[in-house]
């Protein structure tokens, strides 16, 4: 509607200017098509109730407008079809919302699958370093360091916090 607007202002103050200026000139001057000109032109005959809902609501196409606005019923039918239009349109959006909201939460399914089991393998891995470790220990190839033994038992309580958390969510 903003662009219809736009272009009947401007439209207007040319043909103040020149009565014989044409809808084609404008298109010249716009780099539009003549035929997009009348597509635009042909909003402003539209109800002003439809062109206020139409500017507060983008979800309707020029080609659609001005279908509405070239239909030949009064201004109620071009209102009840304006309605009609609008409808099938919010379901669209509606549906496309859901299945977008569908591919983000699987996509957080598999991220939240791939974050588990990476965490999973690195818990493993702890636990394979600290087996080594005690058994190196109990073979006397080194002596015991208990700041090794706190720092395992507080990097395993996180690891668990951490699954844990995410297996709530």
């Known amino acids: 509607m903003e662009k219809s607007d736009a272009i009947d202002r401007l439209y207007k103050k040319r043909k103040e200017k020149d009565e014989n200026y044409t809808h084609k000139q404008l298109g010249l001057e716009l780099g539009l098509a003549e035929g997009s000109i009348s597509d635009y032109y042909a909003l402003q005959t539209l109800p002003d109730e439809i062109k206020e809902r139409a500017r507060n609501d983008s979800l309707l196409s020029v080609i659609t407008m001005r279908s509405i606005a070239r239909n030949k019923g009064s201004k109620e039918e071009k209102i009840k079809l304006y309605n009609a239009r609008l409808e099938k349109a919010q379901k669209r ?7 977008k909201e569908k591919e983000i939460y699987e996509n957080n399914t598999s ?4 974050y588990l089991t990476q965490l999973e393998n690195f818990g493993k891995r702890i636990k394979e370093f600290s087996n080594l470790y005690e058994h190196m220990v109990s073979n006397n190839k080194i002596k015991s360091d208990d700041s090794f033994i706190e720092a395992r038992d507080r990097l395993k309580n996180e690891i668990n916090k951490l699954l844990n958390s995410l297996e709530e969510k």
């Open 111 to 114: 991220r939240k699958k791939r």
């Open 93 to 99: 959006n509606a549906k496309a919302a859901q299945i």
